[in-house]
């Protein structure tokens, strides 16, 4: 018990390792002991540990085992756990008929159980994947109705994820005076929790959000500052994700050779790490190559493209922080 707390504290952190290291101690304790109902936690702390970090393959591969596990033990709240871990997992894959079906047949036990908290969950992933199929009216619906869950219960995590999908249903309205509403609650209650990845998530919407309205300056400060955080975390996807924000500013300030050698470093750390991007996330990362490549002859860009591949990430983001690092 002592080490699945201990696990669950350092993924709240971010610090994924001595999470990691805590959930298989705590695994092969119950294992031993015969406590079925901890070793499916013990694996659903697992699952979300690789779903962080990207390895969607053996996310799923825990995911499923903590499902047949806690339904073969009848446990419906524990089960109703799994699902919404396999819904999101299947969001990331872009299942979007998977992720639905998962995530409704949560709903369905957390509402058969009282728990608004759970229920509150799956509304607002159901609200993520209305988004990312353009659906704006049922996304903001979905999210609109889960915040107001949230804020009635006081759980802070989930709330701070409902104004970032609401925020991001106000970009494409463009209506950035609520989107920013959003995002600013957003990140005072995540730097009141203290959890790293949020803060940094946050910022780097809000960085995003600058960007859009040509404020350079603020698209970097808030930019760099997720960047930072994610690296000391050791969170692949949010440092990659950091330095695409980084490397879009730098197109939009005519900095083409240092938006390529940003995107190669996001690009060569997506690979090894297996991070795939969202359906959201495609086109973006389509445009934002496709207006590089305008800007730079053929040659030019090959060349640089293999170079920058070559450059060790650290490096990447060492030129990005210094004071000077956002220059050709």
């Known amino acids: 018990m002592v080490l699945r707390r201990l696990g669950q504290g350092f993924r709240t952190q971010g610090q994924y390792a001595m999470a990691a290291a805590c959930y298989r101690q705590s695994q092969e304790l119950f294992r031993k002991t015969g406590d079925q109902h901890g070793v499916a936690q013990a694996l659903e702390g697992l699952a979300l540990i690789a779903l962080v970090q990207g390895d969607l393959d053996r996310a799923q591969s825990l995911a499923e085992e903590s499902l047949e596990l806690r339904r073969s033990l009848q446990d419906r709240l524990g089960t109703s756990f799994s699902l919404i871990n396999l819904g999101v997992i299947a969001y990331e894959r872009r299942d979007a008929h998977r992720a639905r079906a998962h995530l409704q047949e949560c709903l369905d036990i957390r509402c058969a159980l009282g728990d608004q908290v759970g229920v509150a969950a799956a509304i607002n992933i159901l609200g993520d994947t209305a988004l990312d199929q353009g659906d704006l009216q049922e996304a903001q619906r979905l999210f609109a109705e889960s915040l107001a869950q949230r804020r009635i219960s006081g759980e802070k995590y989930g709330l701070i994820e409902d104004l970032r999908g609401l925020s991001q249903v106000y970009l494409q309205l463009e209506d950035f005076a609520q989107a920013f509403a959003c995002l600013e609650e957003a990140l005072v209650h995540s730097r009141e929790l203290g959890v790293p990845r949020l803060i940094a998530a946050t910022l780097r919407d809000l960085a995003s959000c600058y960007l859009k309205l040509g404020d350079q300056q603020r698209c970097l400060e808030y ?71 305008t800007h730079l002859e053929k040659t030019l860009f090959d060349r640089l493209w293999d170079e920058f591949c070559r450059l060790p990430l650290d490096q990447i983001i060492e030129d990005v922080l210094e004071p000077q690092g956002h220059q050709s």
């Open 223 to 293: 930019a760099r500052e997720s960047l930072n955080l994610s690296r000391q975390q050791d969170d692949r996807i949010g440092v990659a994700e950091s330095l695409e924000v980084l490397a879009d500013a730098a197109v939009e300030a005519g900095q083409f050779e240092f938006a390529l050698r940003l995107v190669a470093g996001a690009a060569g750390l997506r690979g090894a790490a297996g991070l795939r991007r969202t359906p959201r996330q495609e086109p973006e990362a389509a445009r934002r190559l496709a207006k590089i490549h």
